[in-house]
Structure formats: structure tokens, C-alpha cells
């Protein structure tokens, strides 16, 4: 099984998602099971700047109040979630799309403030079960999964979608995870990809301020799925940077 993370400018560019997703689904008529998961977080912007409602972001996060958790599952469970459904269809593919929260596939708790700000409905993913993904995969149906997590007392949580991609790999006993995304690959202090990375390295890395900004949770994600046994990881697209447990 291979879970695939989908995010970047691939989910605005439609010629780069239309390819992305062309590839997948021949990979899926192969016989290969595959779970979808995505964010879109530029989606987001451009709904919320259409309402008028400011984007406030902290330490990389987006701030969620009520407000904006509406537009966030909005878009993110709805109309970027059935977009990827609808393309894969006209592929001849038999997708649907399902939230985290649905069927408890993603459960999360309420983040911590940072730095004394309060994130509001922002969750950090403390587990995942497959129960539903196993069904559909039975039955051939690709799962897309849009990073909305069941909170406590039901309450629906934005989580970030790598590490969302990681714990269902890793709850679902995935044998490979790939972040297809914007970049080549992990670049190194030169702006070089990495092409091979040991735990050991990337947690180097990480204590280092050569991973910066979206590259830093997607990374921390990978790690997590490699302790919990992924065995093959890699983020971008072919030939970007493969992590290995040794």
C-alpha cells in the first residue's frame, strides 16, 4: 500500500495535478492500493480574501477561528477534495472523498498556544484508524482524504496534511509514503537535493536552520512515519530525496 500526499502549487496548477494524478492512477490499474491526502491551503487564502476575512498565521500556522474554520472545511473537505475526485473519474477511476473527521479516520487535540497565541480550532494528530479506508480499498475505491481531524467531543480540528499523510501511513502499515509537492526534494545548505537521508542525518538537519518553512513539518512528518515503519519515503517528485532507516 502507498499513501501519496498531494500540496503545493501542484493543487493550483491544474497541467501539473492533471500529470500527478494521471501517473497515480495508473500505478492504482496496475493493482497498487493507494490512499490520497491533501491540503490547500491557497485554496483557503483565495476563499477567505473573496469573503474578506484576514489570514492570520503563527509559527507557520494558521490561525482557525470560527470563522475561518468554515472556510477551511469548506474548501478543504469540499470543493479541493472534489475536484481531485472528479478528475480521477474522468480518468475512468473510482474515487471518494472523506474527511479525517469521518469515521474517527483522524483524531486530534486542540493544539497548544504558541508564544501565548491561541490557534483556535488548530489540532495536532494524535491518531488514525483505517477502518474505513480498508473498506473502500476492498471494494477498489481510492480514498482522498482532505487534513480535517475529529477533535474532542466531535468538535473539527485543521491539522497539517503531512503530518495527517503520515500517521494513516503509518496507522494503515503503509510500505511507502510520498509528499509530492512544489519542490525537487530536500535542498541542502548549497540549494542542492539531497537525494538520500538517514534518520540520523534529517534529525541533524532539522536542529540545523537548513530546513526552513514548509519543508520543516513535512520532514518532521517522514521521520514519524519511519519510526512507526514506513520503509520507503520520498519527498517531491521522481528522483527527489528518498529517506531510509539506515
Known amino acids: 500500500m502507498r499513501v501519496i500526499k498531494l500540496g503545493g502549487s501542484l493543487l493550483e ?12 492512477a495508473k500505478q492504482w490499474k496496475r493493482g497498487e492500493p493507494i490512499v490520497l491526502v491533501h491540503g490547500g491551503g491557497k485554496h483557503v487564502d ?11 498565521t503563527h509559527a507557520g500556522l494558521r490561525v482557525t ?6 472556510v477551511v472545511v469548506s474548501v478543504l473537505a469540499g470543493s479541493v477534495n472534489k475536484m481531485i475526485v472528479s478528475e480521477l473519474a474522468a480518468m475512468h477511476l473510482r474515487a ?11 483524531v486530534a487535540a486542540v493544539h497548544e498556544p504558541i508564544d501565548g497565541v491561541d490557534l483556535g480550532h488548530v489540532g495536532r494528530v494524535k491518531s488514525a484508524n483505517g477502518i474505513l479506508i480498508r473498506a473502500m480499498l476492498s471494494c477498489r475505491i481510492m480514498p482522498v ?18 503530518t495527517a499523510a503520515a500517521a494513516l501511513a503509518a496507522s494503515l502499515g503503509a510500505e511507502s509514503l510520498v509528499f509530492i509537492t512544489d519542490v525537487a526534494g530536500l535542498l541542502d545548505g548549497s540549494g ?8 540520523d542525518d534529517a534529525q541533524a538537519m532539522l536542529a540545523s ?11 518532521q512528518a517522514a521521520l514519524h512515519a519511519l519510526g512507526s515503519g514506513v520503509r520507503r519515503i520520498t519527498i517531491g517528485e521522481e528522483g527527489g530525496t528518498s529517506l531510509v532507516a539506515a
Do not use: F, Q, Y
Not at 496548477?13 to 497515480?24: E, G, P, T, V, Y
Not at 483565495?46 to 492570520?56: D, F, Q, S, V, W
Not at 471518494?96 to 483522524?106: H, K, R, Y
Open 13 to 24: 496548477d491544474k497541467a501539473r495535478r492533471s500529470a500527478a494524478l494521471h501517473s497515480i
Open 46 to 56: 483565495a476563499k477567505l480574501a473573496t469573503l474578506g476575512i484576514p489570514k492570520r
Open 65 to 70: 477561528d470560527d470563522a475561518t474554520l468554515d
Open 96 to 106: 471518494a472523498g472523506i474527511s479525517g473527521s469521518d469515521a474517527s479516520t483522524l
Open 145 to 162: 482524504v482532505s487534513s480535517i481531524a475529529e477533535g474532542p467531543d466531535g468538535r473539527l480540528l485543521n491539522v497539517n496534511a503531512d
Open 192 to 199: 542542492n537535493v539531497v537525494r538520500e537521508l538517514c534518520a
Open 209 to 219: 536552520e537548513v530546513v526552513t518553512g514548509g519543508m520543516r513539518p513535512k520532514l
